[in-house]
């Protein structure tokens, strides 16, 4: 069985420009999560998806952030524009099903260096 | 609101020796506790998780850890470290009685010395 899917896996822009991650999750997975890590830090959460519908993006930075799952399937998180402060590891991970004991399967991530 | 500790960055073991990773946590309601190891340059794995019931959870690679309610804590053990087992790693926690997101730790680094 494939796992989470995700590219690029590195990338490195100039401030101020957009970025885009790509994020397939485990076949029949219909929960999709968008985490952020910053080094030596945990993940903290992004966006959480249920099928197409995004049920917790509170901790979305709406006014430079945005991510889409249109079909309920792959999903792509974009950032416009770039700041400094987004060099991070972009993770996505999905789970089965909504049920909040269900462990989440993650990808490798994306390194996004802003220069 | 949950929260999640962990109290070492970083952890020594011998190779053979038996290791613990601390986790303590906070939440309102019943709490799922979570274990994951992160490889260099790769994703989150799952290891165990606690629910409900047995205190003691088995997971994958050897580990297990040990629910404690009084003490708020979820520590990960394993009766023999391998020097492959150098990683770090993260406690999370979920609140069971609300629909909310899961919380990381800050993670901590195990060293097995060969």
């Known amino acids: 069985e494939a796992g989470v899917v995700q590219s690029p896996r590195y990338k490195i822009i100039e401030k101020k420009q957009p970025v885009a991650f790509w994020c397939n999750p485990i076949?029949?997975?219909?929960?999709l999560y968008w985490y952020l890590q910053n080094l030596g830090q945990g993940p903290e959460l992004l966006i959480r998806?249920?099928?197409?519908?995004?049920?917790?993006d509170s901790q979305l930075p709406k006014d430079r952030f945005s991510a889409e799952r249109l079909k309920g399937v792959d999903s792509t998180l974009k950032i416009q524009p770039a700041e400094l402060g987004d060099s991070a590891v972009y993770l996505c991970?999905?789970?089965?099903?909504?049920?909040?004991?269900?462990?989440?399967?993650f990808g490798p991530g994306t390194r996004l260096t802003v220069l | 609101a949950q929260s999640v500790a962990q109290p070492e960055d970083q952890v020594n073991v011998a190779e053979g020796n038996p290791l613990t990773v601390k986790c303590t946590y906070s939440v309102s309601g019943n709490p799922y506790l979570f274990w994951y190891v992160q490889y260099p340059n790769r994703g989150l794995q799952f290891l165990l998780k606690?629910?409900?019931?047995?205190?003691l959870v088995k997971g994958s690679y050897g580990f297990e850890a040990e629910f404690n309610k009084s003490q708020t804590s979820f520590h990960l053990k394993k009766p023999s470290a391998l020097v492959s087992d150098s990683a770090l790693y993260f406690c999370?926690?979920?609140?069971?009685?609300?629909?909310?997101?899961?919380?990381f730790g800050k993670g901590t680094r195990l060293h097995i010395l060969p």
């Open positions: 991970a999905s789970s089965p099903g909504q049920a909040m004991y269900n462990e989440q399967f």
């Open positions: 076949s029949g997975h219909n929960t």
């Open positions: 606690y629910i409900t019931g047995d205190n």
């Open positions: 999370a926690v979920r609140d069971g009685n609300r629909d909310d997101k899961i919380i």
């Open positions: 998806y249920e099928n197409e519908e995004a049920v917790d």
